[in-house]
């Protein structure tokens, strides 16, 4: 069982920068990914970046170059670097932890913290 929480979330301006935590219970080096989701209202969660065990990173399209993800197994924690944010940014983040077992996989999630991208 992992427990995941999030923090960082807050308003913030068009064109500026927050950085997402996801702090988990336990040692993240045996998960095999942790990602971010997002979700904004009326609208469903979508998938923005994910790191694997290695260290690998990906990205959808919308915040390519913009979002960073990263991690610190010493700390069991994951980070989302957010910056040149934009409006349509704005959205409940999710982190999510998946550690696949044989055959299939089990998925833990935190509570989320909201990002609010506004003038």
């Known amino acids: 069982q992992v427990q995941l929480v999030e923090s960082g979330g807050g308003l913030v301006q068009p064109g500026g920068s927050l950085r997402l935590s996801c702090a988990a219970s336990r040692s993240i080096v045996n998960l095999n990914t942790i990602a971010w989701y997002r979700q904004a209202a009326g609208k469903e969660r979508e998938w923005v970046a994910t790191?694997?065990?290695?260290?690998?990173?990906y990205y959808t399209d919308a915040v390519k170059g913009r979002f960073t993800i990263s991690k610190d197994n010493d700390k069991n924690t994951v980070y989302l670097q957010m910056s040149s944010l934009k409006p349509e940014d704005t959205a409940v983040f999710y982190c999510?932890?998946?550690?696949?077992?044989?055959?299939?996989?089990?998925?833990?999630w935190g509570q989320g913290t909201q990002v609010t991208v506004s003038s």
């Open positions: 999510n932890a998946r550690r696949y077992q044989g055959m299939s996989y089990r998925d833990y």
């Open positions: 790191i694997n065990s290695e260290g690998k990173t």
